[in-house]
């Protein structure tokens, strides 16, 4: 799951996204409304982190220019303000829930998960295919019984294929969705975590899950 931060505050934000990552989310920061809407507008995110108040572009025109655009990503919005007005409008523009700073991790994982568990499309608290099992909310994975024990990568692309059943991902999608928009990717990346991933959840057991489309990339699902 990937995750963009607009805070200016670097402190904060860098916080957030260590905190965030050892989560297991892909986090990419922006630290001002130009670069925010940048990324927000030209990559794919499942969550958008935004401050309220930001140089360049401010949070509540920022969040707006992003709905105006069509995009539907769940939108947190923070503030040190606490007042009922700048609530509202935040919400108005088109922000999906409000925190205000300081706030507690715990708060901000309780939220993020009740908002990725909002549909666009309704999605399972549990993702399942035959035997195996991905929780989002416990970052467990389980096949026939047995606990997986993950990376974070390795988790982030098993969840980004499970949330995808039966598509063909190609490796552009998967780069964009589980690394970080600044990561080092070299072009045997996807290849070489997909197969520690088969090593853990497909190799040990009778039935393959994850197939290979020879010229167009991964899927998982049932045959």
């Not at 920061?29 to 930001?54: C, N, P, T």
């Not at 909310?137 to 039966?166: I, Q, W």
């Not at 190799?203 to 899927?219: A, D, E, H, K």
Request: aromatic content about 6%; charged content about 30%; glycine content about 6%.
């Amino acid at each position: 799951m990937r995750i963009l931060i607009v805070e200016d505050e670097v402190k904060i934000a860098n916080a957030m996204k260590r905190a965030l990552e050892l989560q297991k989310y892909a986090v990419d920061v922006a630290y001002d409304g130009h670069v925010g809407s940048d990324l927000a507008i030209g990559e794919k995110f499942d969550l958008i982190i935004l401050d309220l108040m930001l140089p360049g572009i401010d949070g509540v025109t920022l969040c707006k220019k992003i709905r105006d655009e069509g995009i539907h990503t769940p939108v947190l919005m923070l503030t040190a303000r606490g007042q009922i007005a700048d609530k509202v409008i935040g919400l108005d523009v088109g922000a999906d829930d409000y925190m205000v700073k300081p706030f507690s991790f715990e708060e901000l994982f309780a939220r993020i998960r009740a908002l990725v568990r909002r549909p666009v499309t309704v999605q399972e608290p549990v993702l399942k295919i035959r035997d195996l099992t991905l929780d989002p909310t416990a970052f467990k994975v389980k096949r026939d019984g047995k606990t997986m024990n993950l990376s974070t990568k390795e988790y982030a692309l098993l969840e980004y294929l499970m949330r995808n059943k039966n598509i063909v991902l190609t490796r552009e999608q998967i780069v964009s969705h589980v690394w970080n928009y600044d990561a080092d990717i070299l072009p045997s990346t996807v290849e070489v975590h997909m197969k520690h991933l088969r090593d853990k959840i497909d190799t040990p057991f009778p039935q393959q899950l994850i197939r290979t489309v020879r010229g167009r990339g991964y899927t998982i699902g049932e045959e």
